[in-house]
């Protein structure tokens, strides 16, 4: 048997020993569970109204909520939600289903007002209750004592609204054009792959796109990492680069290109396949990258990141499995922005 000793980050689940939190059952975690599992409920049937397969369509949007929290965990904890709750250090799957409504009842809101409204214009909308909503959570979990925030957060926060930094005006909408653009890159259908093959004519668009979604994301996560060695006029937002943002364009590219070696594009593409392959193949090239960048200190963790590392590593070069985790999860995300963002922005 596995000795759960050695990976804390998932034995909590299976001992509650090895939690390193408080994580005790309160009246007010009790509370927002059954909010949460009233939230569901009714978010299936709102989708059951419209759909065949809510229950797809909930579990994709979980997907897309899960990939985010395990990146952005480090930036807060989370406790008293009962150890049944977590599932990896303290990622609850209670604040998971919490997301999943607060998406889904944004959606529904927006869809019933403006039914036919141009999707861009929608999706702009979709924005508005998930910051609100988001806002109001936020500050009952704090109330609750069930949220608090990592120190390299509150470091770098502006000031207070109300119990949250204030810096959630613009975490929430960009959480939300993230997670929901996965979502409807993957509920919508197409007739056509909605990641074209490597070519001259698409560079532009595809740059201006990618270049879009990975300062979105450096935005979510830039508490969590230092990046220092770029020219100082680059930075626009703490230690957020324009160059490294470009650079990151060019490594997405050069993982397109070596991915468009394997595909074919035509009437009888297969969307899933063209996903995986430049899935690998771009994951591939920023691991080579990263490797050279942590190697060379151009890209530090802060103590909140590290500290979650289980100590488990790649063989011969030592990377952290977390860091290979996160480069996969991390082109899943970008290439699922990018992937949603041609099809509404160029679809004929």
């Not at 490797?291 to 060379?296: D, G, K, P, T």
């Amino acid at each position: 048997m596995v000795n759960l000793m050695y990976f804390p980050n998932i034995g909590c689940i299976f001992n509650s020993s090895l939690c390193n939190f408080d994580y005790r059952l309160t009246p007010g975690g009790l509370m927002i569970t059954i909010l949460a599992l009233l939230g569901i409920t009714i978010s299936y049937l709102l989708l059951k109204q419209k759909y065949k397969d809510p229950g797809k369509k909930l579990l994709i949007m979980g997907m897309g909520v899960l990939l985010f929290e395990l990146f952005t965990a480090p930036m807060w904890n989370t406790s008293h939600l009962g150890f049944f709750s977590y599932f990896y250090n303290d990622l609850s799957i209670t604040l998971t289903i919490g997301w999943i409504v607060i998406f889904q009842l944004s959606i529904h809101l927006i869809e019933s007002f403006f039914p036919k409204s141009p999707a861009i214009n929608k999706f702009i909308l979709y924005l508005i209750p998930v910051t609100v909503f988001t806002i109001m959570a936020e500050n009952m979990l704090v109330a609750l004592g069930i949220r608090s925030y990592a120190p390299e957060v509150l470091a770098i926060s502006a000031g207070g609204l109300g119990m949250v930094p204030i810096e959630v005006l613009y975490y929430a909408p960009t959480f939300g054009i993230l997670v929901l653009s996965f979502y409807f890159a993957w509920t919508q259908t197409v007739k056509n792959s909605l990641i074209t093959a490597f070519n001259k004519a698409n560079l532009f668009s595809t740059a201006l796109i990618l270049a879009v979604g990975i300062t979105l994301y450096e935005l979510l996560i830039e508490p969590l990492v230092r990046t220092p060695g770029y020219p100082s006029w680059s930075y626009f937002y703490h230690d957020i680069s324009f160059v490294r943002v470009g650079v990151w364009v060019l490594m997405i590219f050069a993982g397109m290109w070596l991915g468009s070696k394997f595909v074919k594009n035509g009437p009888k593409q297969n969307i899933s396949n063209h996903f995986g392959v430049y899935l690998l193949s771009s994951s591939l090239v920023f691991y080579i990258v990263e490797v050279v960048l942590l190697a060379s200190k151009g890209r530090i963790y802060t103590e909140s990141v590290t500290s979650n590392f289980t100590g488990v590593t790649v063989p011969i070069l030592g990377t952290p499995v977390e860091v290979v985790l996160a480069i996969v999860l991390y082109q899943v995300l970008i290439i699922s922005f990018l992937k949603y963002w041609r099809s509404v922005l160029f679809a004929k």
